[in-house]
């Protein structure tokens, strides 16, 4: 249960900082670096990262962001089916 919890709390973070780099965008101001964004997909926040592409209309055709964002789904996917299979 304190993983479900965990990966509950790094997608809802994930989208957060997504909606806030689309604010800062917006109003012209200094952006959330892409490195961040990617290392919170890196850590669990694939989900989110993803859903808040979606949702609100943020880096969906950046390259190469959305490339590395999709590797990173890649290997976790890769991952996870290795787990399931040992």
């Given at each position: ?5 965990a990966?509950?709390l790094?997608?809802?973070w994930?989208?957060l900082?997504?909606w806030q780099d689309k604010q800062?965008?917006?109003a012209g101001r ?11 997909a ?11 592409r979606?949702?609100f209309r ?5 390259e190469?962001f959305?490339t590395r964002l ?8 890769g ?8």
């Open positions: 249960m304190p993983i479900v919890a990966l509950v790094v997608n809802a994930t989208m900082r997504f800062r965008a917006i200094r952006r959330i670096p892409e490195a961040n964004l990617l290392g919170l890196l850590i669990g926040g694939t989900p989110g990262a993803f859903a808040a979606r949702l943020h880096k969906t055709r950046k190469p959305s999709m590797l990173i789904a890649a290997i976790q996917l991952a996870g089916g290795v787990l399931l299979l040992t």
